[in-house]
């Protein structure tokens, strides 16, 4: 299972690369979220997949997965919740400032 | 945005009061149970974002006056300062405690330091949830 | 237990929240946050002396022993920083004070820089890898915000670039989190390093580290800094000079910490890949230094420079070498923030961003131009200013590490600091004023207050240097041997 | 000993002070208060005399960054008393001369002090220090206000030119010394020079001591002026005549001569350094006095020959640094004369060449122009001036009865001397010292006659002038009257300078020579007919036939044309350098983001993947696997085909939902891992993202189509497939590397430890609660932060630089 799941991790980092070198920023966002989808997926396998019960005390279950990468993840989602949100109000706020939606028409002036 | 959906508000309606309980009870069972603070407050907020698509802001802020970035703002010090609470009886930042009551009601109750600290950050969550809405639609 | 650790992150976030409160109350803004960084400052102070007294310090959170909680671990060379750091926010939160922007200051300026530092203060003292992220992440959100914010339009497309790279930095980060933790089964760095140790790095994590190397350069600007320029560029004076003071320095602490702290087993990969990096980011700077008349962006490739500079003390590894690299460091802090003050002032005075459409600025700011000299001076690590000691040491320890090559880039390429600082005091400082008296903007006092309490602190710290030696050696030391920090970090009694 | 820290200070303070006294006492004029402090400084150095020549030295020391083993540590001896007594002597005579030089109206007098104060407190401590590292403080220093100076007309184009030329090679020059001297601190483990010059022996055969030697030496060279570095003099004579008369002639130009001598202990006896020393200072020597004759302006004229005057003290030092070869020894004596002869040329120097410009400065003054096509017959109008000026180029040009026929004379004898030694191969090059010098003298002589006969010979024409010429006052001749005294009384009386000074000073730079005989020469101005004296006769001859042939044989310099000159190439260098630069620099950071994202991604690539097949770390071991079960294995199909679906969508609508669905995806993934509260928060983030994205998307255009050509698509699948596999190799070989137990064991006890029964929760809530806390600060700048995002912004009309 963890061979399959890194692989797919695999795929996913490929997709969010190619999506990242894009010069429309929409994919570039999808590529980042893409990337994080597949870092937390990364994190579950590296503590280990189904190697004992869901980690809630109980009575019956005499081993548990690993709970830290999960508390970790966690706190991943959420922060890459709040970088995506911001990032998306950034870019919406870019193109109702400038109107484009292109990376190559931000490239800046070098001023002289 | 959409006068027409009635349905989808009459849904709503019914749905909000669902997940708002759902909410509710995430954020309380998650110290055993799947659940705690981040999930409650996100579902919460959630119950919010439906009310929003479904009516309009306006509407809406007017039946709910709250700004939500205080919100916001005091679940973050409800969660800090929970944290420093410890520091008055000498103990590390952070460091929780619990202890249980016989309330008349309820009966024998645990009440936990962590309950309070993690509905500081249910009610951040919120707070920031519902502002980041907010402001990007009354934007558009 | 130490909870006066948590005070220099924590009081910034409270003060930062409780200040969105009084959001139409620019003065309460102003000098409440002012006075949330003096009490930081002080309270930095304290801890520094008591690290010196009694050893490394540590704070569990929750009183959770490590590895299992999260701790905050303060030695010298951590404290050293969060002070500095504490002391130039100081001055920045003072300028803008003066400065009254007060467009931004309704949008809750100060909130944010608050917040920057207290990701910056989190970020140096924390002992936990996970939580370096978060720290990170604090930090790094402040500055999205504070990229972007007033919405014009340079600072709107120049953060998306800055927002995206350092998004993708801190998924790398992540990545590297979990292949660390798959492989060692602990976040504790201590604890880390403890575990690397007696797995004696074997090549697998010597490839984790280059990761963490590319992470952390991303975000000091080691080689990668190609967000840097730009973003820096468009800022507003008080928020660029914390910016090019502190934000790339979290960075350079992070390279130190993880490069003697965790994978200091195979320098000969690890520490030789970090020299040629090193090198080409002196180089990179150097000539993009000279290559603009925008004296924002020269300002910005002096950032740079300064950071290959720092790095050649770690990557020449020796405590010489590393004592010179924390001089340099509290050094450049300061002058970095001073240096982008002088330069954001300019163009408020003038309202020209390019040297050469000023002139004479001497003649109507006289003392102005006279701290721009010394600012010039001091980045060129010319003694008596505070650069001296840092270049001094960095330059034997590059020597007696038997890096010719890369002495000879380091000191050429303060030639080059020089030169292009020259190119903008000859142009704007001297020659006849362009600037009728009548018309002339006048330099408040207090803006002026801070650039010039920079440039004192500049020469007063490089003529008593010897204050801060013993925090210097002590910091050093604990660098050059990692088992005092295990042992301040982890030991349970 | 304490007094002497004080005197290289008391210039220092004095300098701060200065515009204060301006200020609190306007009617003052600086440059009397000013001339207390050289005077009191020569006083007390005088007083220094008897102590030093009777060979004992004085030192002291004050710490400074122990740590470092920084001390402000003081040595004086001989050679360092002669350079304090020039400084102090010189500096005196010239703050003199410019109370009726500068104007107390037009300029700004307490600047002008200020930077000659603080000048001559660096130099005092270039060549009072014992310690490398303040030594170097000083050295900066002295060409920091020496910068000061030449712009102190910063209005003037050219005095910016030429403060950024002089600092840009003088700094840069101090900076290669810095890096010699950090080389010999970590050879010696010290920073005292006297320590230093004590440990020789062990570290000749050390590797940096050559990489010193030739860095210490870019410091001189560049300091002292010698080719090529020495186009900054010619331009540092923007700085007003006094300046020049100080800074640059008799004293800071002289520093780097200090530093050779102080080292030669150090590194003589080295061929390198006798090479480099001799070798750039004979035809720094010869190129300045040829250049200088093709001048028309007065000042660069002195300027070009102080430069070839410099060069013969240079070589002068190197060929007496082969007194050391192989030790001291009676045999080699002869050599040593050579720095004897440079230490007595130093003294006459700065009396003819200081006397010289203040007469430039006076005639300056006087008629308003340099130039020499302008001036002439100036004789009768101002007698004075003419005698002096006689006396100063007679002595430059080696003339008796003037201080520069002795020491040119002996100069003549050492490159003699040179020629007939046995060592560094001298029996082949040796040749070429005499004749050079001997060239360099003639030109020499021509400049120097130049001098007197243009400017004041020649036909009077006044309608050329600026104003009407006058005799100087005497407040301003003084100075210059003082120092052509020296010059004709050191020619009579040339021992007793030998005894009180020089002969102190020859012990400081050759101590194994002391007490030797013939160490230290009687001076006589008539050693009989020998080949010194020839050659002097036939640079007289040929130099007057030469001079009054000029104009047949100037078209030589038609081949050094202005266009090819080292200074174009100065201003070349620099200008191509920026050029350079910033085309380099554009092409690389073109602020377009994909760009940036190659040049990371590639690196990483490059670094990591380089690290991670190099070392050979890669490990397979899917043993430890939990088994696949089929609608796992669907899964995991659906989700590879929506992540390459993206890649395809025409619309950004199908793409954001394929995104949802991959987040979706992800929650059942971690509803089958055992992770319920994962699930749960990731089906309610990404719903809410999802909403969010529709909300942001709902205005923007349709995305544009990418650039599809294999140019641009090659490279992004490569680093892509670069990326993917990458990562999957080191998660693959981390998960054959379980080299130690998680302690998230620990967290099982959570119900007894912290109360919970969700082990994740109580992570969150407890054990890692900090982390918790700051991710809710984290969402609290980022909700903050899209508010002001969306709120605040900017007004309408483009950018504005930041002013409101």
Excluded at chain 3, 328 to 335: A, G, P, Q, R, S
Excluded at chain 4, 87 to 97: K, R
Excluded at chain 4, 131 to 150: G, H, K, P
Aim: proline fraction near 3%; charged fraction near 10%; glycine fraction near 8%.
């Amino acid at each position: 299972m963890e061979t399959v799941i890194t692989l797919l991790v695999g795929l996913l980092v490929s997709v969010a690369t190619y999506l990242l070198l894009s010069k429309n920023v929409i994919r570039v966002v999808l590529g980042s979220a893409i990337l994080s989808h597949a870092i937390h997926l990364l994190l579950i396998t590296m503590g280990g997949l189904k190697k004992g019960g869901v980690p809630i005390l109980g009575d019956k279950v005499e081993t548990y997965v690993d709970a830290l990468p999960q508390a970790l993840i966690l706190t991943a989602i959420v922060i890459s919740f709040a970088v995506t949100s911001f990032f998306l109000a950034l870019m919406y706020r870019t193109y109702q400032s400038i109107g484009t939606d292109n990376l190559h028409e931000m490239r800046g002036t070098n001023d002289e | 945005m959409r006068e027409n959906d009635l349905i989808l508000q009459t849904v709503s309606k019914v749905a909000v009061f669902i997940i708002l309980t759902f909410g509710v009870y995430l954020f309380l069972s998650g110290h055993h149970n799947p659940g705690g603070g981040f999930i409650g407050g996100l579902t919460l907020s959630s119950a919010f974002v439906l009310l929003y698509l479904a009516f309009d802001v306006e509407s809406v802020n007017a039946g709910i006056p709250l700004n939500y970035k205080m919100v916001a703002a005091i679940g973050v010090l409800i969660a800090i300062f929970t944290g420093m609470g410890s520091l008055l009886f000498g103990r590390a930042f952070l460091s929780q405690s619990s202890a249980y009551f016989n309330l008349p009601v309820f009966g024998k109750t645990g009440f936990a330091t962590v309950t309070l600290f993690e509905s500081g950050i249910a009610l951040g969550v919120v707070g920031v949830v519902i502002t980041i809405m907010i402001s990007i639609s009354e934007d558009v | 237990m130490n909870n006066i650790l948590a005070f220099p992150m924590i009081l910034p976030i409270i003060a930062g929240v409780l200040l969105l409160f009084f959001r139409l109350k620019p003065n309460v803004q102003r000098w409440g946050s002012v006075l949330t960084m003096v009490v930081v400052f002080l309270i930095s102070l304290s801890i520094l002396e008591k690290v010196m007294d009694e050893g490394i310090l540590r704070l569990d959170f929750g009183e959770w022993a490590p590895p299992f909680g999260i701790t905050f671990v303060a030695d010298a060379f951590a404290m050293l920083l969060v002070t500095t750091s504490s002391l130039v926010t100081i001055l920045c939160l003072l300028y803008a004070a003066f400065a009254k922007d007060e467009k931004r200051e309704k949008f809750f300026l100060y909130p944010f820089l608050l917040l920057l530092i207290a990701g910056v203060n989190g970020a140096f003292l924390t002992g936990d890898l996970f939580n370096l992220f978060v720290c990170f992440e604090v930090m790094l959100l402040a500055s999205y915000v504070l990229m972007t914010l007033g919405g014009e339009k340079k600072q709107l497309t120049e953060g998306i670039k800055y927002i995206l790279i350092n998004i993708l930095s801190s998924w790398f980060f992540l990545l590297g989190i979990a292949y660390l933790y798959g492989t060692l089964g602990t976040l504790n760095m201590a604890h880390l390093s403890q575990r690397i140790a007696e797995a004696g790095q074997p090549p697998l994590l010597t490839t984790i580290s280059i990761l963490f190397l590319i992470v952390f350069s991303l975000k000091a600007g080691l080689v990668l800094y190609f967000w840097l320029p730009g973003s820096y560029g468009a800022l507003p004076t008080a928020v660029s000079a914390l910016f090019a003071a502190l934000l790339t320095k979290v960075g350079v602490y992070a390279l130190f910490r993880s490069f003697t702290l965790l994978f200091y087993h195979e320098p000969s990969i690890t520490h030789t890949i970090i020299g040629v990096m090193a090198m080409m980011t002196m180089i990179g700077g150097s000539i993009g230094a000279i290559a603009y008349k925008d004296v924002r962006k020269i300002a910005a490739y002096n950032v740079i420079i300064a950071i290959g500079f720092i790095l050649v003390g770690l990557a020449s590894n020796n405590i010489e070498s590393m004592q010179g690299s924390i001089y340099y460091l509290v050094h450049d802090i300061l002058v970095k923030g001073l240096l982008f003050l002088m330069v954001g002032t300019v163009i408020y005075l003038t309202g020209k961003t390019r040297f050469d459409q000023v002139s004479g600025l001497m003649t109507n700011y006289p003392l102005f131009g006279w701290i721009f000299l010394i600012t010039l001076l001091s980045l060129g690590g010319i003694p008596p200013f505070s650069g001296f000691a840092g270049k001094l040491l960095i330059g034997k320890g590059a020597l007696v590490a038997g890096e010719y090559v890369m002495v000879a880039v380091a000191f050429l390429s303060s030639l080059f600091v020089l030169y292009s600082l020259l190119r903008i005091f000859l142009h704007m400082f001297w020659g006849e004023t362009s600037i009728l008296k009548k018309n002339q903007i006048y330099l408040s006092k207090g803006m002026l207050a801070s650039c010039f309490i920079l440039a004192v602190l500049t020469i007063g710290l490089g003529l008593g240097m010897s204050v801060v030696s013993p925090y210097v050696t002590d910091a050093a030391n604990v660098l050059t041997n990692p088992h005092l920090y295990i042992e301040g970090a982890l030991n349970n009694d | 000993m304490i007094s002497i820290h004080a005197f290289i200070l008391i210039p220092i303070l004095t300098a701060f002070l200065i515009p204060f006294i301006g200020k609190q006492f306007p009617k003052w004029h600086l440059g009397w208060v000013t001339l207390a402090v050289p005077i009191l400084l020569f006083s007390f150095f005088v007083s220094k005399i008897p102590v030093i020549s009777a060979n004992r030295t004085i030192t002291g020391s004050i710490p400074w960054i122990r740590a470092l083993d920084l001390h402000f540590a003081v040595y004086l001896d001989g050679l360092s008393l002669i350079f304090t007594l020039l400084i102090a002597g010189v500096g005196s005579l010239v703050v003199l001369y410019s109370i009726f030089y500068l104007s107390k109206e037009k300029e700004s007098l307490s600047h002008f002090y200020a930077y000659l104060l603080l000048f001559m407190g660096a130099m005092l401590g270039v060549v009072l220090s014992d310690n490398l590292m303040v030594l170097y403080l000083f050295w900066e220093l002295t060409s920091i206000s020496s910068f000061l100076l030449i712009a102190f007309w910063f209005h003037r184009k050219k005095s910016r030119y030429g403060a950024q030329k002089s600092f840009l090679i003088t700094v840069g020059g101090g900076i290669a010394m810095l890096v010699g001297f950090i080389m010999l601190q970590v050879m010696t483990a010290t920073n005292s020079v006297q320590e230093i010059i004590a440990m020789r022996d062990s570290i000749q055969d050390h590797e940096l001591f050559v990489p010193a030697l030739v860095l210490i030496l870019l410091g001189a060279f560049t300091k002292s002026a010698q080719f090529p570095f020495h186009i900054w003099l010619p331009d540092a004579m923007e700085a007003p005549t006094p300046v020049s008369a100080y800074l640059h002639s008799a004293t800071m130009v002289k520093a780097g001569l200090f530093l050779v001598a102080r080292f030669t202990p150090v590194f003589g006896g080295e061929a390198t350094w006798f090479w480099l020393v001799s070798g750039v200072g004979i035809f720094t020597m010869f190129w300045g006095s040829f250049t200088a004759v093709r001048q028309n302006d007065l000042k660069a004229l002195l300027a070009y020959s102080t430069i070839s005057q410099l060069g013969l003290m240079m070589s002068l030092f190197g060929l007496g640094s082969a007194a050391l070869q192989g030790g001291a020894s009676i045999d080699s004596i002869i050599y040593t004369q050579a720095i004897f002869a440079a230490l007595f040329h130093l003294v006459n120097h700065a009396t003819f060449k200081g006397a010289l410009f203040m007469v430039v400065g006076i005639v300056d003054h006087g008629v308003g122009t340099r130039d020499v096509r302008k001036l002439g017959g100036l004789l009768s109008l101002m007698p004075i001036t003419f005698t002096l000026s006689v006396i100063g180029s007679f002595s430059m040009a080696g003339l008796p009865p003037f201080n520069g026929f002795l020491s040119k004379e002996m100069f003549f004898t050492a490159v003699l001397n040179a020629h007939e030694m046995s060592m560094f191969s001298m029996d082949t090059w040796g040749l070429l010292f005499p004749v050079i010098a001997w060239i360099g003298s003639i030109f020499t002589f021509i400049y120097s006659m130049f001098i007197v006969f243009r400017t004041f010979l020649r036909p009077y024409r006044r309608e050329r002038l600026e104003k009407d010429p006058h005799e100087a006052s005497i407040g301003m001749l003084l100075s210059p009257i003082i120092l052509c005294t020296f010059v004709i009384l050191l020619f009579f009386f040339p021992n007793l300078l030998s005894k009180y000074l020089l002969a102190p000073a020859m012990n400081g730079i050759l101590p194994t020579y002391q007490n030797m005989e013939g160490f230290i020469p009687k001076i006589s101005a008539w050693h009989g007919f020998n080949l010194e004296l020839l050659m002097t006769a036939g640079v007289v001859i040929l130099g007057i036939i030469l001079m009054n042939t000029y104009r047949f044989w100037n078209v030589i310099y038609d081949l050094f044309p202005e266009k090819r000159s080292l200074d174009r190439g100065y201003q070349w260098l620099l200008a191509a350098s920026e050029s350079g630069s910033k085309k380099a620099t554009d092409h690389y950071m073109t602020g377009f983001l994909p760009n940036y994202l190659y040049y990371i991604f590639g690196f990483l690539l490059l670094t990591v993947g380089g690290t991670l097949f190099l070392s050979g770390s890669i490990v397979f071991d899917p043993s430890n696997d939990a088994p696949v079960s089929l609608y796992e294995a669907i899964f995991v199909g659906i989700m590879g085909i929506t992540a390459v679906g993206i890649l395809f969508a025409k619309s950004r609508m199908t793409a954001t939902l394929l995104n949802g669905v991959l987040g979706y995806s992800i929650a059942v993934f971690f509803v089958l891992f055992k992770a319920p509260d994962l699930a749960l928060t990731q089906l309610v983030v990404e719903t809410v993202t999802t909403v969010l994205f529709l909300l942001c998307f709902y205005h923007l255009p349709e995305w544009s189509k990418e650039d599809r050509s294999w140019k641009v698509r090659f490279p992004k699948i490569i680093l892509s497939i670069g990326m993917g596999a990458l990562t999957v190799l080191i998660a693959l070989s981390v998960q054959g590397n379980n080299l130690f137990e998680s302690i998230s064991s620990y967290f099982e006890d959570s119900y007894e430890l912290a109360g919970g029964r969700n082990i994740v929760n109580t992570i969150l809530g407890d054990f890692r609660a900090f982390d918790t806390m700051l991710e809710v600060v984290v969402l609290f700048i980022a909700g903050i932060g899209v508010y002001t995002l969306v709120k605040l912004k900017a007004p309408q009309g483009g950018d504005k630089i930041e002013r409101k």
